[in-house]
C-alpha cells in the first residue's frame, strides 16, 4: 500500500520524507488556503522534495478551464498530477488529460458508480473520501470495498485512493480492504506507529539496561 500525505505544510513533508515512508502527497484549494502560500510556489516546493504523484487540484469548474489550469500545473514539474472534481466536465478533462499521457486524481467521489465513471475516464487515481461519508452516518470504508470489487471484475489499472482518512483505524479499514494508495494527514501517519505497550516495553527495557552497567 502507498502512503500519501494530505497537506500543503512543506517542512511536514520534508519530516516524512526523511523517514522513507512516503510514496507521494495530495493537496486540494482548502489545503492551499491553510497554508497561505502562493499554489504555484508551494507546489514546485513539494515536487522537490517528493519524487512521487503530487496532486494539485484544478479550480475551475469547467472543461476549457480546467485544460487550461492544467496546462500551466503540468509546467512545474514531471510528477504533479492533475486534481480533478467528479462532475461531467471534470471527467471529460480526465479523459483527454490521460489520453496524452498526464497522471489525473478525480476526486470528490462519493458513490461506486462515480468511481466506475472515473475508471473509464482513464483516471490514474480515484479519491473516495471516507470520512465525508462518515459525517453524514454513512459507512466511508463500505464505499472502498464496492470500489475494489468493480475494479477487479473489470480489471481497470485506476488506483483507489483512498481519502479523507482521519483515524489510524480508518488506515488499516481501507489496508484490510485493499485500497491501493491511503492519504493522510500528517498526524495519522505519525499516529500508526504509536501503542502504549511499545511504549511501555521500552521503558522497561531500558531501566533493566541501566542495571547492567554496560554501555555500547
Ligand atoms: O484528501 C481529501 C481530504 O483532504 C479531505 O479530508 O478530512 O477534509 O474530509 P477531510
Not at 494539485?56 to 489550469?69: F, K, N, P, T, W
Not at 488506483?159 to 489496508?175: C, G, Y
Request: charged share 20%; net charge negative.
Amino acid at each position: 500500500m502507498k502512503f500519501f500525505v494530505d497537506t500543503a505544510e512543506v517542512n511536514e513533508i520534508r519530516e516524512l520524507a526523511d523517514i522513507g515512508l512516503l510514496d507521494g502527497v495530495t493537496t486540494n484549494p482548502s489545503l492551499i488556503a491553510k497554508s497561505g502560500r502562493q499554489f504555484k510556489e508551494v507546489i514546485a516546493e513539494i515536487c522537490s522534495i517528493v519524487s512521487g504523484p503530487v496532486s494539485a487540484e484544478v479550480v475551475s469548474l469547467d472543461y476549457a478551464g480546467m485544460m487550461r489550469e492544467a496546462a500551466e500545473l503540468k509546467k512545474i514539474a514531471k510528477n504533479v498530477t492533475i486534481k480533478v472534481p467528479l462532475t461531467i466536465d471534470g471527467l471529460k478533462a480526465c479523459k483527454a488529460l490521460t489520453s496524452e499521457g498526464t497522471m489525473v486524481n478525480v476526486t470528490l467521489c462519493f458513490s461506486a458508480n462515480q468511481a466506475l465513471l472515473a475508471a473509464k475516464a482513464g483516471a490514474s487515481f480515484i479519491s473516495p473520501f471516507v470520512g465525508r461519508l462518515d459525517d453524514i452516518h454513512l459507512d466511508g470504508t463500505e464505499l472502498i470495498a464496492e470500489i475494489r470489487q468493480i475494479y477487479d471484475n473489470y480489471a481497470f489499472d485506476t488506483e483507489i485512493l483512498a481519502a479523507s482518512l482521519r483515524t489510524p483505524l480508518h488506515v488499516k479499514q481501507v489496508a484490510l480492504i485493499g485500497a491501493d494508495v491511503a492519504t493522510m494527514p500528517p498526524a495519522v501517519i505519525k499516529g500508526l506507529v504509536k501503542h502504549p505497550l511499545t511504549d511501555k516495553g521500552i521503558e522497561q527495557f531500558m531501566a533493566d539496561w541501566k542495571k547492567t552497567g554496560q554501555s555500547l
